[in-house]
């Protein structure tokens, strides 16, 4: 068992317990080819949750300062993780998602840059929309929908993807690709919030 289904099972064991998750949509999740995986995000355990939670393995990119941390900061290279500046253009982060997606894997970003203190979808950062249009990949948008109270349910909705080839073929920006991916996420949480 390598190290991410390690960590994967660990994750799973550790949270299971604690809180009711609902898988749903699964089954939209392609079964291969390049995709990013665009979740809200509403609490430190997002990452985590995601991973346990999709079909395939998937590639998180995470704030360079958690790979400085004492014990964290080493595991995560391992479980698929990679490093991205906050503030700043990161040329080498820029490459590596790149890579990944060409590669046929999936990458898991959460176009907001940060945490939505109030669980309202923010504003998506244009990077979504970049790495859509040049990644050669589809988009799974994902909704989680919590709050993480102990026991409590925390629902993660997988959308069915948002095809990119229409949006490459007019030259569309990657504002306008993030707006709908953001508006993919959006849908969903007005979907399944309620039920």
Not at 27 to 36: A, D, S, T, V, W
Not at 165 to 175: G, Q, V, Y
């Amino acid at each position: 068992m390598n190290l991410y289904a390690f960590g994967k099972a660990l994750v799973k064991g550790a949270l299971s317990p604690l809180y009711r998750f609902e898988v749903i949509g699964a089954e939209n999740f392609p079964k291969e080819g390049g995709i990013l995986l665009c979740a809200n995000h509403i609490h430190a355990l997002d990452p985590p949750v995601v991973g346990m939670t999709a079909p395939r393995t998937v590639h998180f990119m995470a704030k360079e300062e958690l790979f400085k941390l004492p014990v964290l900061g080493p595991i995560l290279p391992q479980v698929n993780a990679f490093p991205v500046k906050r503030g700043m253009s990161d040329r080498e982060a820029l490459r590596m998602a790149l890579k990944i997606l060409k590669g046929g894997d999936v990458v898991g970003l959460f176009p907001e840059g940060t945490r939505s203190t109030d669980g309202v979808l923010k504003k998506g950062l244009s990077g979504a929309g970049f790495f859509a249009l040049r990644g050669n990949a589809d988009v799974v948008p994902c909704a989680i929908i919590g709050p993480y109270k102990m026991f409590r349910k925390v629902k993660v909705v997988y959308g069915e993807p948002l095809r990119m080839e229409p949006f490459r073929e007019r030259k569309a920006s990657a504002d306008e690709v993030t707006e709908q991916i953001m508006a993919s996420i959006q849908a969903l949480l007005d979907q399944y919030s309620k039920k």
